[in-house]
């Protein structure tokens, strides 16, 4: 796939290769480390308007970045006021982009008419969004194609997005009901492309760079959303786009320490040795006889310790 720079309402984006907001995975240290390997936007980790409102917690920890320029804070909501509120409030002063998520698939979520439950509100999604503009912020919005198999909502969504005042749109190529599995409807989002003037970035199921250029010749996508892929492999966003990468990180290995060591500074030794532990399947997919060491790993309660055996495995 050809990569290139984006414009969204005068707010440069470096490339068209975009992180995808996961819940538990995407968080401050993991987005920092796949910036410097290539990333061209990456997304906070999905959070509450009126969590904000409200003062939740974890708010602080969830929006924590250190590059507002390469970083949009995405929430959701299905109240247009608390999603204004959101987007003009501190915790969201120094971001220039703000993602609307309407197509999370968790139950709590579509319960409470939230993330892909507004596919089926297509008018209340309007308004959130326009409100969401009046804010002065660059807003752009996800979705899916629809909530059960046999939707395809994508294209009329994208139009109405854009009429609102969205500067870009992302289509999850899967309805609600298939979350993560099955092929993404290359069509349906090839619609939704075809609907818009704005950018449209494709996500969904991309684990290589073999599958980024299938994604785009099959939808004619202005770039591509990686999830599982980059925690899969985090220098997927190089492979894609033949860069050079700069600075030391050239190994897994390399990855998966820098990653630990941003962990620590973000959350302290023990805290880290908790959270990065749901990385590790990841990170020993191609180590022989990886699950008694995983195991150890996983034992470790110290990020010392963790660090001790990351470079004797991997």
């Keep these: 796939m050809k990569v290139y720079a984006l414009n969204l309402n005068g707010t440069p984006i470096r490339n068209n290769l975009f992180l995808a907001p996961m819940a538990g995975f995407t968080d401050y240290p993991f ?25 939740g917690k974890n708010n602080e920890k969830l929006l924590k970045t250190d590059d507002y320029e390469k970083t949009a804070a995405q929430i959701f909501g299905s109240d247009p006021y608390f999603m204004r509120w959101a987007a003009e409030s501190e915790y969201l002063k120094n971001y220039k982009i ?6 999370c698939p968790v139950p709590k979520i579509v319960k409470n008419g939230e993330g892909s439950a507004l596919l089926t509100n297509i008018s209340l999604a309007e308004k959130i969004i326009k409100e969401c503009v009046k804010s002065g912020k660059t807003v752009t919005v996800k979705i899916r194609t629809g909530l059960k198999a046999g939707d395809d909502m994508a294209a009329e969504f994208a139009q109405m997005a854009e009429n609102a005042g969205a500067s870009l749109i992302t289509v999850h190529g899967r309805v609600r009901e298939a979350y ?19 950018p449209v970035i494709a996500n969904g199921g991309i684990f290589t760079a073999e599958d980024a250029d299938n994604m785009i010749e099959k939808t004619g996508a202005d770039g591509v959303m990686i999830a599982r892929g980059a925690v899969s492999d985090p220098f997927i966003f190089s492979k894609i786009s033949g860069e050079k990468i700069v600075g030391d990180i050239k190994t897994i290995k390399d990855f998966a ?29 191609n180590v022989e006889n990886s699950k008694s060491k995983r195991a150890e790993i996983m034992q470790s309660t110290s990020a010392e310790r963790t660090e001790e055996l990351l470079k004797k495995y991997l």
């Design 180 to 198: 993560y599995s099955g092929e993404p409807d290359f069509r349906a989002i090839a619609r939704a492309k075809r609907a818009v003037k704005i």
């Design 98 to 103: 703000i993602d609307i998520n309407m197509g």
């Design 257 to 285: 320490i820098n990653h630990l060591r941003e962990e620590v500074k973000a959350s302290g030794s023990e805290r880290a040795a908790v959270e990065f532990r749901k990385f590790v399947t990841y990170y020993f997919k």
């Design 31 to 55: 987005r920092k480390t796949a910036l410097s390997l290539g990333a061209g936007l990456c997304f906070t980790e999905l959070t509450s308007a009126k969590g904000l409102y409200y003062g």
